[in-house]
């Protein structure tokens, strides 16, 4: 069975820092992007940051480009999200997804739909 589990939220000052982890277990399927998102409350879930695993290549959006970096560790199979000068508007819970689909491939951020596998997320939260 497929799990990918985060941790690393916490609450932060504005201007600090964190690192986020996804420990990725029961994976047989090849994985092409794995990516992370977040939802603040009253709002949709937004793609934050994502690595095509097989290039290596990343893709963030706008609002925390400079800020946020993605990597991975494949022989640890854990995705990391290292996020620094946090803003309140950072404030979401965060979710680390995976995709066995080509589809999310694309040489932009993109959307959740080709993400097959979900976390349970962990919580952000950044005061004033």
């Known amino acids: 069975q497929v799990q990918l589990v985060e941790s690393g939220g916490g609450s932060v000052p504005a201007g600090g820092s964190l690192r986020l982890s996804c420990a990725v277990s029961g994976y047989t399927s090849y994985r092409y992007c794995m990516a992370w998102f977040r939802q603040a409350p009253g709002k949709e879930r937004e793609a934050v940051a994502k690595?095509?695993?097989?290039?290596?290549?990343?893709y963030y959006a706008d609002s925390v480009k400079g800020r946020f970096t993605i990597s991975q560790n494949n022989a640890k199979n854990t995705l990391y999200l290292q996020m620094n000068s946090l803003q309140p508007e950072d404030t979401a819970m965060y979710y680390c997804a995976a995709s066995t689909r080509e589809s999310c491939s694309t040489t932009n951020l993109g959307g959740s739909s080709p993400y097959d596998y979900w976390g349970q997320g962990t919580r952000i939260t950044v005061s004033s």
């Open positions: 690595i095509r695993t097989g290039r290596g290549s990343t």
